[in-house]
């Protein structure tokens, strides 16, 4: 139906910053909105950021001001681009997206299967 696939984790030093992409594929009519959530070591998921498809945007405080998300609708395609990346941003990100398959017609949440980010000096 929808596939979601995450790239560009990695390990960074404090300070520094890392870009996640998150591409979706599959039989898609329509996706509305993306985001990404993590989940650091021993904690639930949380919300990091989600974007709709017109473009409005909302961030979880701890990333506000260093994290932007951003989409290419042509691309079926979300953007994390990480700056000023603290130890506590370590964890696995996950990209999640709403969207609607051809084969149902009946839109869902998607989740890709996660990227690890690493923040350690």
């Known amino acids: 139906q929808v596939q979601l696939v995450e790239s560009g984790g990695g390990l960074v030093q404090p300070g520094g910053s890392l870009r996640l992409s998150c591409a979706a594929s599959?039989?898609?009519?329509?996706?509305?909105?993306m985001g990404w959530y993590r989940q650091p070591p021993g904690t639930q998921r949380e919300l990091v950021a989600k974007?709709?498809?017109?473009?409005?945007?909302n961030y979880a405080d701890s990333v506000k001001g260093r994290f932007t998300i951003s989409r290419d609708n042509a691309k079926n395609t979300v953007y994390l681009q990480m700056n000023s990346l603290k130890p506590e941003d370590t964890a696995v990100y996950y990209c999640?997206?709403?969207?609607?398959?051809?084969?149902?017609?009946?839109?869902?949440?998607?989740w890709g299967q996660g990227t690890q980010v690493t923040v350690s000096a």
């Open positions: 974007i709709t498809s017109d473009g409005n945007t």
């Open positions: 599959g039989s898609i009519f329509r996706i509305y909105a």
């Open positions: 999640n997206a709403f969207a609607t398959p051809y084969v149902t017609y009946s839109p869902r949440y998607y």
